[in-house]
């Protein structure tokens, strides 16, 4: 049972213009929740976290917001960068950590 | 600061083959992550470690998955009898551990196994 889902496999957005990566999950008691960018080849790296008690957190170019009643998190990447391109991952927190299957972003420049 | 430290990146085994993977993790992280990832979908945990102790194992596949953390340190994952179905990246994570705190974990470059 995938308790955390990110529907899209793939988005491509072009340089500048901002990427929105969804997160959708199914377990009320997740508390955490993070995102992490994965390059090929490599492990994936920590990108920026949230707790259940706030719905926003931003870190230069990108922002978490969480939608508690929805079950929904999203990630904003502004402006976006060919740099960018990479999978990322979606992360819950109840005692142990549930990834989603990735977004696949590609910033065309 | 070193990041975290796995061996071999790839290996080619054939089925009911025996095959171990190697950590070594950030210095100081008490928690240690075994993670499974199958093509196409999201790292699975395995096994997690709190210094040398087990914290969750309910995913690791007991009758041929085992996993040692020796001192508290380096950790080693086994496969015996290896099966198709566990061709994937393995990867190992650490992060620090303090009571009530959540950690981000930092990942290793991971294992990417083939059973053939």
């Known amino acids: 049972d995938q308790q955390v889902k990110q529907n899209s496999p793939s988005l491509s957005v072009q340089e500048g213009r901002i990427s929105i990566l969804n997160c959708d999950y199914t377990?009320?008691?997740?508390?955490?929740f993070l995102w992490y960018k994965k390059y090929p080849a490599e492990g994936p790296t920590f990108l920026i976290s949230i707790s259940s008690i706030k719905d926003k957190n931003e870190d230069g170019r990108f922002t978490v917001f969480l939608n508690k009643s929805a079950k929904h998190l999203s990630l904003h990447i502004v402006p976006s960068q060919p740099g960018d391109s990479a999978v990322y991952f979606c992360a819950a927190s109840a005692n142990q950590f549930y990834f989603g299957t990735g977004t696949s972003l590609t910033v065309i420049p | 600061e070193a990041g975290v430290a796995q061996s071999p990146r790839y290996k080619i085994i054939e089925k009911r083959q025996s095959v171990a993977f190697w950590c070594n993790p950030i210095?100081?992280?008490?928690?240690l992550y075994w993670y499974q990832q199958i093509l196409g979908q999201g790292p699975k945990l395995l096994i997690q470690?709190?210094?040398?102790?087990?914290?969750?194992d309910s995913q690791l596949p007991k009758d041929r998955f085992s996993a040692e953390r020796l001192k508290g340190v380096d950790s080693t994952l086994k496969i015996q009898p290896a099966k198709l179905e566990d061709s994937a990246v393995y990867l190992c994570?650490?992060?620090?551990?303090?009571?009530?705190?959540?950690?981000?974990?930092?990942f290793g470059p991971g294992t990417r196994l083939t059973v053939t």
């Open positions: 994570a650490s992060s620090p551990w303090s009571l009530g705190e959540v950690y981000e974990q930092y």
């Open positions: 470690f709190q210094n040398n102790g087990v914290v969750d």
């Open positions: 210095s100081g992280h008490a928690t």
């Open positions: 377990n009320s008691m997740f508390d955490y």
